[in-house]
């Protein structure tokens, strides 16, 4: 027996000189220098100098490192695991061979069923190659994959990402810029990327990248409500003789399919794209388009990075805010480098002509120059040792099969910084160039093509209803079938129309056709030749931007209403007594509207209040300031009001609204009768009653602090609150939903505390808790009502003193509806329910926990998907 510890096989020090041995010979058996050169950029060795002294020593420090690394690394990572059919592997071997033939991977690629596993879970999906370019599939394994997974299914908050080799993305680079817009407290959308291990057909491909995709999945983890994401096309490029670069560029919208199948997205995507043809033809500002402030934050952080591929033509990507009906900046390919000589560099921002077209405008220069100076305050106390930990932690992640990957030296970004906030005029900043003409051809002149159903349009003359088709592209645009709707929503056939199609328009080609009179809306199947037939929809006299939310700057026009507005710089007063308005009506930006008490407003069918600035409404409770219809007419367009900032403060007391509903006013619909945007929302005793749209009162991003609300008697919803902090006290809910499934108080990615609140027939939900909202309810009482308290897409809700009473279906429930937030968890303490089998009256989602008085109840399977097309199912009122 040995009585003495088995010996190692190998010392720690023998085991680093074994595997720096066996990277040295592997270097010296790769068959060719390009070979090398992808060997070592896939093991993470990123050149720091320019001349090949520096570089040799380099990577001889780096290859002596490599073992440390490579031993101190972390092995434990998110493992994925892949398995795709034999023959559907051979059609992705097709692509990339064909990839290698063309130079770059084709646009019209396969795409093939899979199965991922992930945490034994087992997922159906879809997989194609990602990417253009060469780099994503130029190694054995760790090719850049693309995909999408199957029955609303998700991964790390995502239903779609990508698997990409780390290098494809710089290793840590993007990461550390979406952590530095974090630590300056940017709110730019950035995709995360997660180190996971991947394992392909039973074969280990190593430490990839998983990338989220631009999807609707990252707009809701980002705390945006559904939209679109927009982006560029080449349609053709010239260079004149004196080198001078023409690009015609084309906005489009990702997931064309998913937006124009969605009547509320179509019309966004309509709007998106007019807004960004308006800007690249010079026809409207860059703040008139993009949110001013994210735009110059964005602008300023790739300044300080000196990340000039972000700011491509081909690279921008924008996300489009349905509320604002702006488009807000999106991180995409920053490809941020740790090499001084390519990292120090004047600011991008200010040799790109489409970024000189968005600084140009006085809006969001200023506010380029306020993020550039908060960028300089923060950067040596926070930003630098954030990044510092941050990137430690991460690349421990990638050391295990990126071993030659070295930090980012810092000092590199404190030079930057410091050349930038001197332009560049003192010692060690004057060498300094614009971004190089090697790194990037740029291009002189852009100009934009818009698509042809923007230039295409369906409007009344001389009584005759007219359908106008341009086709102003470059290929043949097929008409292959129209619909009518007329005024009371009622189908017509158009078969004569019909009889005619398809119909082929070729560039440059214009065609009308008469429609029938009663015809408002037509829906059209058409494409464009070798592209997917997609459905496409005309309002009748609806152009894409008949009206978008702006504020209005009146220039020497009659005030039709200055009888009882008086309008002085920056304010407006409304005098007391009873006044008609009969048109919509629109402040210029950052205005104060203050209402007194005792005034009695009454609308027009399509008359209401626009306010850009702060609303200040002083009405007494014997005295209330009231909002309502015009005798006339049925309801009226409602009040919708833009704070100047998240500071600005409305304080409403004593109000009452009635008969109100959403504006319809052009393709810009927001779902809310009452609407604020951003702000604080000071209310005290406002009612809301008998409202004519899908929401009551809609809060979007704002600081509520409201008590005494009443809202009764609505066709839909009654309160949503969209990424809310604050509070709600002694407000009550009554008659809700009684066109369609109506929730009582709806709440999304929000913390609020709820107390006081009282819930009276309530057809769907009275409280729902959605997508990581924190709700904290006190005293609340429920009767007449499906379901009382529903937590559900990662959310808490703690809630105590809950009286329940006459519940239809369920009284409290917790459930994951949205599968890329997850389940969801609800503590319910001192409650009673009055109804018999209340004990029944309680579930939880397996995933997800409900604890009632102390009791943990039991989870169960649950279909949510039925419980959505059954009982929660809504109808929501256009």
Same mark, same amino acid.
């Given at each position: ?11 720690? @020090? ?23 050169? @992808? ?21 001889? /420090? ?26 559907? #592997? ?57 995909? +999408? ?7 790390? $908050? ?74 560029? *096309? ?8 004196? &080198? ?17 199948? =969605?009547?509320?997205?179509? /019309? ?19 703040? *008139? ?13 790739? *300044?300080? #990075?000196?990340?000039? @591929? ?10 489009? =805010? ?9 991180? +995409? ?9 390519? #990292? ?60 030659? %990957? ?11 910084a410091h050349c930038w906030s001197t332009s560049y005029q003192v010692d060690g900043c004057r060498s300094i160039k614009p971004v190089s003409e090697k790194l990037h051809k740029q291009l002189n002149v852009f100009k934009t093509q818009p698509n042809w159903d923007l230039v295409s349009r369906v409007y009344e003359h001389q009584g005759q209803v007219v359908w106008l088709v341009k086709n102003n592209d470059n290929i043949a645009l097929i008409i292959k079938e129209v619909q009518g709707v007329t005024t009371y929503d009622e189908i017509t056939k158009l078969d004569e129309i019909n009889d005619d199609l398809p119909l082929k328009l070729f560039p440059g080609q214009t065609t009308t056709i008469n429609l029938p009179k009663n015809v408002v809306t037509l829906k059209v199947s058409a494409g464009l030749a070798g592209k997917k037939i997609a459905p496409f929809i005309f309002n009748k006299n609806v152009r894409s931007l008949s009206f978008v939310?702006?504020?209005? $700057? ?15 710089? &920056?304010? #407006? ?8 308005? =009969? ?5 210029? +930006? ?6 007194? !008490? ?47 900032? !998240?500071?600005?403060?409305?304080? %409403?007391?004593?109000?009452?609204? @009635? ?27 406002? $009612? ?37 902090? &604050? ?21 999304? &990615? ?22 990581? +909202? ?29 009286? !329940? ?31 018999? =089998? ?6 939880? $989602? ?16 649950? *279909? ?15």
């Amino acid at each position: 027996m040995r009585l003495d510890p088995p010996k190692q096989r190998f010392t720690p @020090h023998e085991r680093k000189v074994c595997l720096l041995a066996i990277l040295l010979l592997t270097l010296l058996v790769l068959p060719s220098l390009n070979s090398v050169r @992808h060997y070592l950029v896939d093991n993470g060795f990123v050149a720091h100098h320019t001349s090949t002294k520096d570089k040799a020593w380099q990577l001889a /420090k780096s290859l002596a490192l490599a073992p440390a690394k490579w031993l101190a690394a972390e092995k434990e990572l998110p493992v994925i695991k892949i398995d795709i059919k034999y023959q559907d #592997w051979l059609k992705l071997e097709s692509d990339r061979k064909t990839a290698f033939t063309q130079g770059k991977i084709p646009e019209i690629r396969h795409e093939v069923t899979a199965l991922i596993y992930y945490q034994q879970n087992k997922f159906p999906a879809k997989i194609r190659l990602q990417g253009d370019m060469l780099d994503h599939i130029n190694k054995t394994k760790r090719w850049s994959l693309k995909v +999408s997974l199957k029955k609303k299914q998700a991964i790390f $908050e995502s239903r779609k990402f990508s698997l990409l080799a780390t290098s494809v993305r710089g290793h840590q680079g993007a990461s550390l810029f979406a952590k530095s817009l974090a630590i300056a407290n940017f709110d730019i959308i950035s995709p995360k990327h997660i180190p996971v291990r991947v394992v392909l057909n039973g074969n280990d491909w190593g430490v990839m990248f998983f990338e989220q995709a631009f999807s609707q999945s990252l707009l809701a983890v980002n705390n945006r409500t559904e939209g679109l994401i927009a982006r560029l *096309d080449l349609v053709a490029e010239s260079i004149d003789e004196n &080198g001078q670069v023409t690009r015609l560029l084309k906005p489009r919208v990702l997931q064309r399919k998913t937006i124009l199948g =969605n009547s509320s997205l179509a /019309k966004q995507r309509k709007i998106a794209l007019a807004l960004l043809n308006d800007f690249l033809s010079g026809n409207r500002s860059a703040s *008139d388009v993009f949110d001013a402030k994210r735009l110059a934050q964005y602008l300023a952080m790739v *300044d300080l #990075w000196g990340a000039w @591929h972000a700011l491509t033509w081909n690279n921008w990507r924008w996300y489009y =805010n349905p509320h604002t009906a702006k488009l807000e900046p999106i991180q +995409s390919d920053v490809a941020v480098t740790p090499a001084a000589h390519i #990292w120090l560099m004047q600011p991008p921002s200010q040799t790109f002509e489409i970024t000189k077209a968005m600084l140009n405008d006085p809006q969001v220069k200023a506010h380029y120059l306020a993020s550039k100076s908060t960028l300089m305050k923060l950067l040596n106390e926070q930003i630098i040792p954030q990044l510092s930990r941050y990137e430690q932690q991460l690349t421990q992640l990638l050391h295990s099969d990126s071993p030659l %990957i070295s930090p980012f030296n810092f000092d590199v970004m404190q030079r930057q910084a410091h050349c930038w906030s001197t332009s560049y005029q003192v010692d060690g900043c004057r060498s300094i160039k614009p971004v190089s003409e090697k790194l990037h051809k740029q291009l002189n002149v852009f100009k934009t093509q818009p698509n042809w159903d923007l230039v295409s349009r369906v409007y009344e003359h001389q009584g005759q209803v007219v359908w106008l088709v341009k086709n102003n592209d470059n290929i043949a645009l097929i008409i292959k079938e129209v619909q009518g709707v007329t005024t009371y929503d009622e189908i017509t056939k158009l078969d004569e129309i019909n009889d005619d199609l398809p119909l082929k328009l070729f560039p440059g080609q214009t065609t009308t056709i008469n429609l029938p009179k009663n015809v408002v809306t037509l829906k059209v199947s058409a494409g464009l030749a070798g592209k997917k037939i997609a459905p496409f929809i005309f309002n009748k006299n609806v152009r894409s931007l008949s009206f978008v939310p702006r504020p209005y $700057e009146p220039r020497n026009s009659i005030f039709l209403y200055s009888e009882f507005i008086k309008r002085t710089k &920056g304010e #407006w007063h409304v005098q007391v007594g009873t006044w008609h308005i =009969n048109s919509y009506l629109v402040t210029p +930006s950052n205005t104060k509207v203050v209402i007194p !008490a005792g005034t009695h407003l009454t609308f027009s069918k399509n008359a209401g209040l626009m306010v850009f600035g702060s609303l200040q409404v002083y009405g007494k409770k014997n005295n209330p300031v009231i909002f309502t219809k015009h005798q006339a007419d049925s309801k009226w367009s409602g009040l919708s009001v833009f704070a100047a900032s !998240a500071e600005t403060e409305h304080v %409403i007391n004593h109000l009452k609204i @009635h008969f109100a509903s959403s504006p319809k006013l052009g393709l810009w619909q927001p779902r809310g009768a009452i609407y604020f945007v951003k702000g604080i929302v000071n209310m005290q005793s406002v $009612e809301i009653t008998d409202n004519q749209s899908e929401d009551g009162l809609n809060i979007i991003n704002a600081v509520v602090i409201i008590d005494g609300l009443t809202i009764k008697n609505t066709l839909s919803d009654a309160f949503d609150c969209d990424f809310c902090t &604050g509070e709600v006290n002694n407000s009550q809910f009554i008659n809700i939903g009684s066109r369609s499934g109506g929730d009582g108080l709806d709440i999304s &990615g929000s913390n609020l505390k709820l107390t006081g609140a009282k819930f009276t027939q309530v057809r769907d939900k009275a409280i729902s808790a959605g997508e990581r +909202s924190q709700l904290h309810v006190i005293d609340a009482t429920f009767n007449d009502v499906n379901f009382a308290i529903v937590a559900k897409d990662d959310s808490t809700v703690i809630a105590e003193n809950i009286t !329940a009473s006459n519940i239809h279906h369920m009284a409290l429930m917790s459930y994951s509806k949205k599968r890329i937030f997850g389940p969801a968890v609800m503590k319910v303490t001192k409650y009673s329910c009055a109804d018999l =089998n209340c004990q029944n009256k309680s579930v939880a $989602e397996l995933g997800s926990r409900l604890v009632v008085n102390g009791l943990e109840i039991r989870s169960q399977a649950i *279909d949510v998907n039925n419980l959505y097309n059954t009982i929660m199912k809504s109808d929501k009122p256009k």
